[in-house]
């Protein structure tokens, strides 16, 4: 069974840190660009930030270069999110997602992915 689970979300004051995981199992992960999409309140998905496989390319969205750093452990089938100088506006419900291949997806439809995981809360308030 195909499964992505991410964790790390929760509560933070603006300007703090979050680190996220998505823990990925049942598929050959190294071989997959694996991405991160969000979803705040009332609104539509917002793709965040992407990291092919072999090449390890990275891209960003623009509001969150600087601040958001994304990297994966092929050995331990898992991608991360590191989140510095957090801002209200980053207020979201973080999925990982896989593409079809081993490239970088930005897309905002989740069937433009090949997996999907099921999101983790991330608040940033005062």
């Known amino acids: 069974e195909v499964q992505l689970v991410e964790s790390g979300g929760g509560l933070v004051q603006p300007g703090g840190s979050l680190r996220l995981s998505c823990a990925a199992s049942g598929f050959t992960f190294a071989n997959y660009g694996m991405n991160w999409v969000r979803q705040a309140p009332g609104k539509g998905l917002e793709w965040v930030s992407s990291?092919?496989?072999?090449?390890?390319?990275?891209y960003y969205q623009d509001s969150v270069k600087g601040r958001f750093t994304i990297s994966r452990d092929n050995a331990k089938n898992t991608l991360y999110l590191q989140m510095n100088n957090l801002q209200p506006e980053d207020t979201a419900v973080y999925f990982c997602g896989a593409s079809f291949g081993s490239h970088a997806t930005t897309s905002t439809m989740k069937e433009n992915y090949k997996y999907w995981g099921q999101g983790t809360q991330v608040t940033v308030s005062s």
């Open positions: 990291i092919r496989s072999i090449t390890l390319t990275t």
